[in-house]
């Protein structure tokens, strides 16, 4: 007969935390969100510290490059999805690691002939409002100048001139050689009243861009998420079916951790893909999932993963568990696999960081999470509310609402990750709707981070290892959880003083 797991699935809904003393040193500004991305010896840092302990899900709804590039400015982790070819995920890839570095490599190039309506097009779809003007329009060709957004205006001047006749010369413009530092080039752009520095080599070929605002996003983001080469650090989801040709092309664009996105990764085919990749490309943290209990973590530990996703059929557009009986309460989960992950550290010791995926409906379920043993959390409905993530905003009677879809939709088309057997998905484990819109990322999880903070302080911590090791919680019953609301009448529009 089938094996009962005596232990009652729960989930984040049926626990609260118990305040801790707080002492004098704990304040919501000394609490420290450091955390653990990738496996370390005990005592030692990790190889990649999140500075804040917020990943995006592997999802085409959610992690784009531009959502990537707001997360990591605020330390946190995105994972391209995988489910589009493999050229296209690189070039992702590429332009999150090209958006900001100090010295940029840039992705804005025209020659002196192209016409000023193929500029505003390749501004309009980089972002960008500055094109470097290269004799053959690449990113390393010779530089013959620079124009701007400020050099044109597609009414006023004819989109058919050539981009020659607006552009500001090389020689008049301030230049840097090859071996000048970034702390020398951000003194040139204040001391000489620059917006950009263009860097050459001795043939006069362009190197990098040196931007006044990359200075100023410094000061704004003093938490971002850096490799050694001051670039954004972005992550790429892989599955088991094309890890051959993916890996090496996302290492190409400069990856720098994968993740194994499967619905269940407890079998043998993650396990083999694992160590493939392990063993042909050691030196890229790549993670594994998803799990939710302590010997599938074990299983993909001992096969090399370098972080463990938990979480099967909790999230918000997941039907998984309606569909095929299969998954557990997101708090169970979390509490069994942090148990084995403490105990594989204690055998072998080595730590092996976990992740919470899914089942994350409130803030403060992410302290919740946390406290229970992850080491990050990851999340989709929370990120697709955003400007920054795929999903279309559009207009309700109610108020804006964004697109939001499965994996495991008809409409992700993601038939790989869940191995129902054929070419297409034979059942659907996700659904297409729609969250409400959030606005800007920056703002919406400064809001989430400000709780945890507060919330870490109420519980005596300043440090998520500290709050993993002496949080307390309580089981909830229903009664209780309905007093844990506001119960009054609520006014429909705010006092104002007088």
Not at 5 to 13: K, P, Q
Not at 331 to 336: C, E, G
């Given at each position: ?26 304040s919501?500004?000394t609490?420290?969100?450091r955390?653990s ?7 030692e840092?990790?190889a ?22 707001a ?36 992705d ?37 100048g620079l ?44 001391d ?22 990359d ?6 983001f ?8 001051k ?9 088991t ?5 993916r ?10 951790a994968?993740?194994?996105d ?41 096969a ?15 039907i998984?568990?309606?569909?095929k009986?299969i998954?557990?309460?997101q ?6 696999v ?26 403060y379920?992410?302290a919740?999470a ?11 409905r ?108 609520l ?8």
């Open positions: 007969m089938a094996q009962i797991i005596a232990e009652v699935s729960r989930t984040f809904n049926e626990f609260l935390l118990l305040p801790n003393r707080t002492r004098t040193d704990c919501a500004s609490v420290d969100l955390t991305l990738v496996r370390h010896p005990v005592g840092e990790s990649i510290e999140l500075r804040s302990p917020f990943t995006s899900a592997i999802m085409q709804a959610v992690s784009t490059p531009d959502l990537a590039i997360l990591a400015r605020n330390g946190g982790l995105s994972f391209l999805h995988h489910n589009q070819p493999v050229e296209e995920q690189a070039a992702a890839v590429r332009r999150v690691k090209n958006f900001k570095a100090g010295f940029v490599t840039s804005t190039n025209v020659r002196p002939d192209d016409g000023l309506g193929l500029l505003a097009e390749v501004m309009r779809r980089t972002g960008h409002s500055t094109a470097a003007v290269t004799d053959d329009g690449t990113a390393n060709g010779r530089l013959l124009v701007t957004s400020r050099d044109f205006h597609p009414q006023r001047h004819g989109l058919d001139g050539p981009v020659s006749g607006r552009m500001t010369a090389v020689a008049d413009l301030a230049l840097a050689g090859p071996d000048i530092t970034l702390s020398d080039a951000n003194a040139r752009l204040w000489e009243r620059l917006d950009c520095l263009p860097v050459l080599d001795a043939e006069g070929r362009l190197q990098h861009l040196v931007f006044r605002s200075y100023a996003d410094n000061k704004r003093p938490n971002q998420l850096v490799d050694a080469a670039r954004l650090r972005v992550g790429a989801g892989i599955n079916h094309d890890y051959r040709e890996v090496p092309a996302l290492l190409e664009a400069g990856a720098d994968l993740c194994f499967s619905s269940d990764g407890y079998s043998d085919w993650q396990a083999q893909a694992l160590t493939w990749v392990k063993k042909h490309y050691p030196e890229i943290p790549t993670g594994g999932g998803n799990v939710v209990d302590g010997e599938a973590f074990t299983f993909l530990a001992e090399g993963a370098d972080f463990v996703k938990v979480g099967v059929g909790g999230g918000s557009i997941c998984t568990r309606d569909q009986g998954g557990r309460g708090a169970s989960a979390v509490l069994d942090a148990a084995a992950r403490d105990a594989f550290c204690e055998r072998t010791g080595e730590y092996v960081p976990i992740c919470s995926d899914g089942g994350l409906v409130h803030d379920h992410v919740l946390l406290a229970m043993g992850a080491d990050f959390v990851m999340m989709g929370y990120f697709a509310r955003f400007d920054q993530a795929a999903g279309a905003k559009l207009p309700t009677r109610d108020g804006f609402v964004k697109e939001y879809w499965g994996e495991g939709s008809n409409r992700a088309r993601n038939w790989q990750r869940y191995g129902q057997g054929g070419q297409g998905l034979v059942f659907e484990e996700g659904v297409d709707g729609y969250v409400p819109y959030a606005g800007d990322l920056d703002e919406g999880l400064a809001l989430t981070t400000a709780k945890l903070r507060t919330t870490m302080v109420s519980c005596g911590s300043t440090t998520l290892p500290e709050f993993r090791s002496t949080a307390r919680m309580t089981l909830v019953s229903d009664q209780s959880f309905q007093e844990s609301h506001a119960n009054v009448t006014r429909e529009a705010p006092t104002t003083a007088s």
